[in-house]
């Protein structure tokens, strides 16, 4: 791991020059700030361009502004200016420090103090700031040494964090699943399982999504135990329980030997039971998108064939069942599947010699059922043929 930030690429085009001459970066008005420092350390292309200063809200609009540069008060109450120039899109945020927190909001007031800034973030190795034009990285809380022992670890006192935002519970564990190594620190597990029960008064779009961010990592199995086992989501997600990370580990080995790319909403079904009515409720308690909704309940039936599966509700929800149940054939599947055509219509059973109606549709239903359970031959006539028989 480097002590000195990498020059990041977006420096050397037209908008990241207009952006930090603008910002006074060459002056040390501007940093970088939080994820783009400690992935930019660590050798890996940062996301998002996020940006610390201590101009005020307005002055940081003014200054935008005159340079030509989009200034979009995406936040500006928080402090927060998006910046948009020839494709370079950048947060800035004026320094802060917190005057009220209530564990689900804070109430901040604007400072041109680095430290005070960095003393209101969560973790160390997201409280580095970085001079982008000379790399040198400003560290008042020993992020550095944190990143090199791939540790999360809270700033000051873990209880106090937790207090402030609830949500830097969850936090905690996503990003002990991306950066760190070994057991995660007992300090902050341990104000983690003390504070556990606050979860419930997150939204749960604030519970999804951090849930989700975990399970889409490489490998999010030794986490999640640790999460069950000491019982963190229980006050949100009572029906994950210790023995379901059995399951998760099965599905993330079959993911890596199929070659295919791990899903939050498919490992989630790998941590609760094969009950659609559970399944639903859950998709509803954490709010997830009607497709989403739909793909988590449907992991519920696994009695048909991947065929079948792929033909009813389509390819990605078959995949999901495929993993789920470990079907030995699904790559295979996967690389030769193609949605069969049914070819009969209503036309056909009417030229038959039955009238227009309900009773088409019904024949039409049940050719189609047998069709699918015969498995898909060309010609679906013999099918019609005897039914009409």
Not at 7 to 16: E, F, K, S
Not at 297 to 310: F, G, I, K, N
Not at 329 to 344: E, G, M
């Amino acid at each position: 791991m480097s002590e000195r930030l990498p020059r990041p690429a977006w420096l050397d085009t037209p908008g990241g020059a207009r952006l930090v001459a603008a910002l006074d970066v060459a002056g040390g008005a501007t940093k970088l700030v939080g994820g783009a420092v400690r992935d930019g350390l660590l050798g890996r292309v940062a996301s998002d361009i996020d940006l610390a200063t201590r101009f005020a809200p307005a002055d940081t609009v003014a200054r935008l502004t005159a340079a030509g540069i989009k200034a979009v008060p995406t936040g500006i109450a928080h402090g927060t200016v998006t910046a948009v120039a020839d494709g370079i899109v950048a947060e800035v945020t004026t320094l802060r420090r917190d005057v009220a927190t209530d564990g689900r909001h804070a109430t901040v007031a604007f400072t041109d103090d680095w430290r005070a800034d960095a003393a209101r973030r969560d973790f160390t190795i997201n409280a580095l700031y970085a001079d982008p034009l000379t790399g040198v990285v400003d560290d008042f809380f020993g992020g550095l040494a944190d990143l090199a022992a791939h540790r999360v670890r809270f700033i000051g006192v873990p209880l106090e964090r937790i207090a402030e935002d609830h949500l830097r519970i969850l936090r905690f564990f996503r990003f002990h699943a991306r950066f760190g190594v070994g057991p995660p620190d007992p300090a902050g597990l341990a104000a983690c399982v003390a504070r556990a029960g606050d979860l419930v008064t997150l939204s749960r779009e604030r519970v999804r999504d951090e849930l989700f961010k975990l399970l889409a990592v490489a490998d999010p199995v030794p986490t999640v135990k640790a999460m069950t086992v000491n019982g963190i989501l229980t006050s949100v997600l009572p029906e994950i329980t210790a023995s379901a990370v059995t399951s998760l580990y099965r599905l993330c080995v079959t993911e890596v030997a199929t070659g295919i790319a791990g899903d939050p909403c498919r490992r989630l079904a790998a941590l609760l039971p094969r009950d659609a009515a559970i399944l639903d409720a859950v998709a509803f308690r954490l709010r997830l998108s009607n497709a989403d909704r739909k793909r988590l309940v449907l992991t519920a039936d696994t009695a048909c064939s991947l065929a079948e599966m792929a033909y009813r509700d389509g390819l990605e929800s078959a995949v999901d069942r495929g993993l789920l149940c470990q079907h030995n054939d699904l790559s295979q599947f996967i690389t030769i599947w193609r949605k069969p055509v049914f070819a009969l219509s209503g036309r056909d059973i009417i030229a038959r010699g039955i009238a227009a109606g309900p009773e088409v549709s019904r024949i039409l239903s049940q050719v189609q059922r047998e069709w699918i359970a015969a498995g898909f031959p060309s010609d679906a006539t013999p099918i019609l043929d005897q039914i009409l028989s």
